[in-house]
């Protein structure tokens, strides 16, 4: 690993520890036991080192939606379980988001292409169920825009509310992001869909039972 990469990393690692308001660019460098100028050869300002810290993040995100081959509804289920995992790996973006977005203007254009490309690739998602059989035809009531609209806003500011929000006595089990998403398609869902809905349920719920025997 080359000490660019290096920085970019332990960057992260702070942000998420400490937000990235109170991360300094000369406590990252002294975490790496390197000096401010070594890292400021690479990262000229923190500004510069947040976005490349942000397009690590885009590149890393790339692989969610993968439009080849067959997809199964599980594999909207595993997309979301994979943006969770991205989630936890840069915590500090999702819980720091307006703050990150009013300071960082070039972020916030990065940002915003990127969700646009999401909410494109949800779209076709959803239009590939639709045309093989899985999901309802738009009409009627139903509108896909506002459904991946929805899906990308409990997704994106997940970290957010639930830090300001708990279920308390209302549900049996803490509120999960995959859990929440998931059962969000149910109701667009055709017989076919909700058969194959059934079925990856049923054995996730058996691999559960043989995980905790």
Do not use: C
Request: avoid cysteine; charge should be neutral; hydrophobic fraction near 40%.
């Amino acid at each position: 690993m080359n000490l660019k990469q290096a920085i970019l990393n332990k960057a992260v690692a702070l942000f998420n520890e400490r937000g990235i308001s109170s991360t300094s660019p000369n406590q990252i460098a002294d975490a790496l036991n390197i000096s401010v100028g070594n890292l400021t050869y690479h990262f000229k300002t923190k500004a510069v080192l947040v976005k490349e810290v942000y397009e690590k993040m885009h590149a890393d995100s790339q692989d969610f939606i993968k439009p080849e081959g067959y997809l199964t509804l599980d594999d909207f289920r595993k997309i979301m379980s994979a943006f969770k995992d991205f989630m936890e790996a840069y915590s500090f973006f999702f819980q720091d988001l307006f703050f990150i977005l009013h300071k960082y203007p070039e972020v916030h254009k990065l940002y915003e292409s990127s969700n646009v490309m999401r909410l494109k690739q949800g779209r076709s998602l959803f239009e590939y169920y639709i045309e093989t059989g899985r999901m309802v035809p738009e009409g009627g009531g139903i509108n896909y825009d506002y459904l991946t609209h929805n899906v990308w806003m409990v997704a994106a500011f997940w970290n957010s509310q639930s830090k300001i929000y708990t279920s308390g006595s209302l549900f049996e089990k803490p509120m999960d992001l995959v859990d929440m998403t998931w059962y969000m398609i149910l109701p667009y869902l055709t017989e076919q869909g909700k058969k194959e809905y059934e079925q990856i349920n049923r054995f996730l719920k058996s691999q559960n039972k043989s995980h905790k025997v």
